[in-house]
């Protein structure tokens, strides 16, 4: 009795096709990782309560992130399964987030007011007084304050693209902000 083995990795391998989308950009790895989680990962998100249609956006940006950023997978710090899921939580998240923001034009105007110009110079001067502050802050701090809010990334986000650990990505913005804050606290007196 001959015993066929199967062509598809075992889960303790899928490790190992995405360590060969990262090095060789391997489509045909990345074609394996994709029939196989993409399935689980859409009924994953729709027992966390996504619509079919949320679920697929999700899913599509979540594996095209996965391809893109395979370069930064660590093997030694996730598997394959533990890095593509977080991916697709963070997604989720952004999804979700994106959701409960208004849109612009939902946003209450003031029209009927006019602007006082003298609203306009503190407004100058408290601009000019924060972007002195943000120049001040070490560049550690800087440079995650201004990823976070001025390119509109999440956390998660910085930390691949840093590859800076998540605690170390939060434990700067919060030390930076609170720095700003009394920086801008002192300016006011």
Not at 63 to 79: E, G, I
Not at 158 to 180: C, H, M, N
Request: with cysteine.
């Amino acid at each position: 009795m001959r015993i066929l083995k199967s062509t598809k990795p075992q889960t303790d391998e899928w490790t190992q096709c995405l360590i060969r989308v990262k090095n060789d950009r391997d489509a045909q790895q990345f074609a394996m990782l994709f029939g196989h989680f993409a399935p689980r990962v859409k009924a994953f998100l729709m027992k966390s309560g996504a619509s079919e249609a949320l679920a697929d956006d999700a899913l599509q940006d979540a594996m095209v992130q996965v391809w893109n950023k395979a370069h930064l997978f660590d093997p030694t710090k996730a598997s394959a399964a533990t890095w593509i899921y977080t991916i697709v939580r963070n997604k989720q998240i952004d999804a979700i987030r994106k959701q409960r923001r208004p849109e612009p034009e939902d946003l209450p105007w003031a029209t009927t007011s006019p602007v006082d110009p003298a609203d306009i110079v503190e407004m100058s001067q408290q601009e000019q007084k924060l972007r002195s502050a943000i120049k001040s802050l070490p560049t550690d701090q800087r440079t995650m304050i201004e990823k976070a809010y001025l390119g509109e990334l999440s956390h998660s986000e910085i930390a691949d693209v840093t590859g800076l650990p998540l605690g170390t990505i939060k434990s700067r913005i919060r030390l930076g902000l609170e720095r700003l804050r009394r920086e801008m606290r002192l300016g006011k007196s």
